[in-house]
């Protein structure tokens, strides 16, 4: 038979003090049942053995440990990791790539235009003062355009640059050989009619690959043409002489 362990009144109360979770319990209901009992039968009453409750001691044997619950979502690979990288690495080249392009091209485009802008306000300054506009075709990178900027019947140079990257050359049709006008410059000059003296063509090219590039054909009445091309014999039109008598081909009035 096993001995059974003096406990004090205290360690009774703070051993049913607390349930096992560790919440508080009443005392009080507890409290007077274990003091009405006799002082020998307290021990066996409740249960003790060798100071330790056997409901609570089987408990503390059988209490489950929680074990780390594992994650179940799926996850990706370092091969499919690296997948993907590669081909976000492609695509956003190629799109680079494109963008470069496309605003290459269009810097391209506003040069040319600009160059048909300074071209056409030289020849309408020419006929506006009789003469005297000109755009001079002198460097690779610029061009300079003599007008009347200010309005007071004076001509002034001024020099536009063209964009990073674009480079300015001239043949003379119906040759095709390109000249660089820094070596070979060349005047457009318009006379007080608007008119030049021969055909130029004016390339504008652009030193990024697949850019193409943009020309402006200046023609001796003056004309202009974007992007065209130049073929055969091109010539002055002569005007034809013809004298009228004062009486051959008039009709009598009598």
Known sequence: MNKVSTVTQNEILNVFARNEHGIALAQTGLRRSFLGEPKKSRGKLLGFNNGVPSSMRKQIMNFPKKKPKLSSAAGFSVVELLVVIAVVAIISTIALTSFQKSSRSFNLS?????????????????????????????????????????????????????????????????????????????????????????????????????????????????????????????????????????????????
């Open 110 to 254: 506003g040069a040319t235009r600009n160059l048909s802008a300074y071209l056409e306000k030289a020849r309408v300054d020419s006929v506006r003062r009789h003469g005297g506009a000109s755009v001079d075709i002198n460097s690779t990178s610029s061009y300079t355009a003599n007008i009347d900027f200010s309005g007071n019947g004076t001509s002034t140079a001024r020099t536009i640059s063209l964009p990073a990257g674009t480079s300015l050359s001239y043949t003379l049709p119906p040759a095709t050989t390109s000249i660089d006008p820094s070596s070979t410059p060349i005047t457009i000059t318009y006379n007080w009619r608007g008119q030049t003296t021969s055909t130029v063509l004016l390339t504008l090219t652009d030193s990024t690959a697949g850019v193409a590039s943009s020309t402006v054909v200046v023609g001796p009445a003056g004309d202009l043409s974007t992007d065209t091309t130049v073929t055969g014999p091109v010539t002055t039109p002569t005007p034809q002489n013809t004298t009228v008598t004062t009486t051959t081909g008039i009709k009598s009035m009598h």
